[in-house]
């Protein structure tokens, strides 16, 4: 089955600093890769997501990039604010009956420090 | 946005106990997922559901757990004789699949069980 890797599992950035963090997939039937973002005691947050006909997609600060040969996918987010701090997991799909099938990443603990 | 709704929020079970945990997917959407959180790891998938069938269940424990998504009502994961390993945040998507397109799924706020 597939297999999600992400990395890093913390990181701590200065506020207006950039942030990135990096997923690699197993399973190249892969088509979707979203992205979530989950606050202490809540679901996780849908943030951006990606299908793989496209290679980039960026929603204001929020940019994700993919690359299909190399099986990963990162997330980037700008001039992080101290609201940015949070668990981001990264996720694959391969889709077909449904997208809501996903193996999810490990996780990113990001603290955006003020 | 009314979202996902999952309840209870918090449910404390004895061990040998049954859990019930229910789900109401968001308006419109008959594609339901429930999957597992143990504390400090990703989520992991356990069973699609669509209006009366299981679709995919394999992620489900092959033991004590079983989940429906009846005709009316919300989806029901339900754990029989519950143990100490269960603890857990138990999370429900959903989704918008229709014949021509698949939809991003949607999460609910969870349901923390915990056995005692």
């Known amino acids: 089955g597939e297999n999600v890797e992400q990395h890093p599992s913390t990181l701590s950035v200065q506020e207006g600093d950039s942030a990135v963090i990096k997923c690699t997939y197993s399973?190249?039937?892969?088509?979707?890769f979203p992205w979530y973002k989950q606050e202490l005691g809540k679901g996780p947050q849908l943030i951006i997501d990606?299908?793989?006909?496209?290679g980039e997609k960026k929603d204001q600060r929020i940019a994700v990039t993919l690359n299909k040969t190399a099986k990963h996918f990162s997330l980037h987010i700008t001039e992080t604010q101290p609201e940015d701090s949070a668990v981001y997991f990264c996720?694959?799909?391969?889709?077909?009956?449904?997208?809501?099938?996903?193996?999810f990443g490990q996780g990113t603990i990001l603290t955006v420090h003020p | 946005n009314a979202g996902v709704m999952q309840n209870p929020r918090h449910l404390v079970r004895r061990r040998g106990q049954e859990a019930r945990l229910r789900c109401s997917p968001m308006?419109?959407?008959?594609?339901v997922y429930w999957y597992r959180q143990l504390p400090e790891e990703g989520l992991k998938f356990m069973v699609y559901?669509?209006?009366?069938?299981?679709?995919?269940e394999s992620g489900m424990p092959k033991e004590r757990f079983s989940a429906e998504f009846p005709k009316e009502g919300p989806s029901i994961l339900r754990i029989q004789q519950v143990v100490r390993g269960d603890s857990a945040a138990y999370f429900c998507?959903?989704?918008?699949?229709?014949?021509?397109?698949?939809?991003?799924?949607?999460f609910g706020q969870g349901t923390r069980l915990t056995v005692v």
């Open positions: 998507a959903s989704s918008l699949n229709t014949d021509r397109m698949n939809t991003e799924a949607f």
């Open positions: 399973d190249s039937a892969s088509n979707y």
């Open positions: 990606i299908r793989s006909n496209v």
């Open positions: 996720a694959a799909s391969i889709g077909g009956t449904s997208y809501g099938k996903l193996t």
């Open positions: 308006k419109g959407h008959s594609h």
């Open positions: 559901l669509q209006k009366e069938n299981i679709i995919d």
